[in-house]
């Protein structure tokens, strides 16, 4: 049985991202499985899909598949993500902790609604086509794509975050707004990697580094 990584491609990706990200070969070199499905939305396109329900059951079905070609090791299955994957990555993490036995989550989204209301015009009417613009109507279904509504559950998975300091697409007080939410269920911190004077579109963190930092994991919860 081997690893298994878990990408979710952000905001206009698709299942090619993975392999324009360069994990193949990482995964490769470790001896890792690794599987990036294309997300559905609930309104709108995958590609802006905003950790959709449909999307969080893309990245189950995906884990169900490949346990029926290759042999998995459940032990250490971990997902990663940026930016809309990093939204997704936490969220995975927090409602399937028996699942995952860690997280890198960079620059990703966590609370919906703040986002929506501090980021650019172009991305906040991306969030209107699938989520509907914030009103009472939608106000659970923004809860439920937020990984701050869980943040009790990643008390129980290694949550390892990255952010840029200049990110304006995705501000940095969605890093502070989750890792003070979970802070209040564990006394064992989250790991916090600040980027300082970084923006949002470059690349900052390779593979490597991601892979890393998931390999001494195991799930035995």
Known sequence: PRPLLVVAHFMGGNRFTAKNGGYY????????????????????????????????????????????QCAVDSSRIYIVG?????????????????VFAAVVAGQGIYDLKLWRETTTPGLRANVDKECLPYSPAVRFDYERRSAVSFARNLAY???????????TWVPPEQA????????????????????????????NFDTKWELDRLEYYQNVC
Not at 41 to 53: D, F, K
Not at 82 to 98: E, I
Request: include cysteine; hydrophobic fraction near 40%; glycine fraction near 8%.
């Open 176 to 203: 502070e707004r989750l890792l003070t939410a979970v802070k209040q269920h564990t006394r064992f911190l989250p790991e916090m990697n600040w980027l300082l004077n970084a923006a949002h579109c470059p690349r």
């Open 25 to 68: 070969p990482e995964c490769d070199s470790r001896g890792w499985l690794c599987v990036c499905p294309e997300l559905h939305g609930h309104r709108s396109p995958g590609q802006i899909s905003c950790a959709s329900l449909e999307a969080q059951h893309d990245i189950m079905d995906s884990i169900a598949w490949i346990k029926t």
């Open 82 to 98: 940026r930016s809309m994957g990093g939204m997704l990555g936490g969220l995975m993490a927090a409602k399937y902790p028996d």
């Open 157 to 167: 998975t290694p949550l390892i975050m990255w952010h840029g300091t200049w990110d």
